[in-house]
T-cell receptor
Framework: KQEVTQIPAALSVPEGENLVLNCSFT??????LQWFRQDPGKGLTSLLL???SQREQTSGRLNASLDKSSGRSTLYIAASQPGDSATYLC????????????WGAGTKLIIKP | DTEVTQTPKHLVMGMTNKKSLKCEQH?????MYWYKQKAKKPPELMFV???????INESVPSRFSPECPNSSLLNLHLHALQPEDSALYLC??????????????FGEGSWLTVV
């Protein structure tokens, strides 16, 4: 059974730093892995999707990587800003299912001005 | 336009009331979802509609009744809810195309409080 873990549960860094959020999964038979952002009391915003055949995806200051052999994905945020403060969740889709997302518990990120 | 619109944003209902949550997308997506999210937890899948047919029901109690009137609309009918059903209800949609990677897009959610 697929399990997705995000460590740490919370992270606080000064503005301007580059940072990495981690996501690990137990079953490498994933179809894709998505990173989402959730602001307090709001819905989820899709940040990046990496298909199983890809190694990384980039959007602006964000870069997500995928290493299926080690069961890891990372979300790299460059030059962090206070507006990046949010909870970041990763979710994996299994090869056998186009619908079922297996979620990590999220990392709450605080960027201090 | 990568928008999923949900109404109402907030809903307070009594345990004997009947209400509905509504969701709309105009991205041509053929899969639509209802999720439930409690505070500080990831979303839990409730229902999936694929090509307007219910394809997944995650053992959700019958007091929640989904409906997909057409490919752009998804409703969640609520009746005789319990206080523990209070949560953020999220609607989502995806292309259901493996070629496009099947990115899933979420709405802002409807905050439901059952009193």
């Amino acid at each position: 059974k697929q399990e997705v873990t995000q460590i740490p549960a919370a992270l606080s860094v000064p503005e301007g730093e580059n940072l990495v959020l981690n996501c690990s999964f137990t079953d490498s038979a994933i179809y894709n892995l998505q990173w989402f952002r959730q602001d307090p009391g709001k819905g989820l915003t899709s940040l990046l999707l990496i298909q199983s055949s890809q190694r990384e995806q980039t959007s602006g200051r964000l870069n997500a990587s995928l290493d299926k052999s080690s069961g890891r994905s990372t979300l790299y945020i460059a030059a962090s800003q206070p507006g990046d403060s949010a909870t970041y969740l990763c979710a994996a889709t299994h090869m056998d299912s186009n619908y079922q997302l297996i979620w990590g518990a999220g990392t709450k990120l605080i960027i201090k001005p | 336009d990568t928008e999923v619109t949900q109404t109402p944003k907030h809903l307070v209902m009594g345990m004997t009331n009947k209400k509905s949550l509504k969701c709309e997308q105009h991205m041509g997506h053929r899969a639509m979802y209802w999720y439930k999210q409690k505070a500080k937890k990831p979303p839990e899948l409730m229902f999936v509609y694929s090509y307007e047919k219910l394809s997944i029901n995650e053992s959700v109690p019958s007091r929640f009744s989904p409906e997909c009137p057409n490919s752009s609309l998804l409703n969640l009918h609520l009746h005789a809810l319990q206080p523990e059903d209070s949560a953020l209800y999220l609607c989502a949609s995806s292309p259901q195309s493996r070629e496009s990677g099947n990115t899933i897009y979420f709405g802002e959610g409807s905050w439901l409080t059952v009193v």
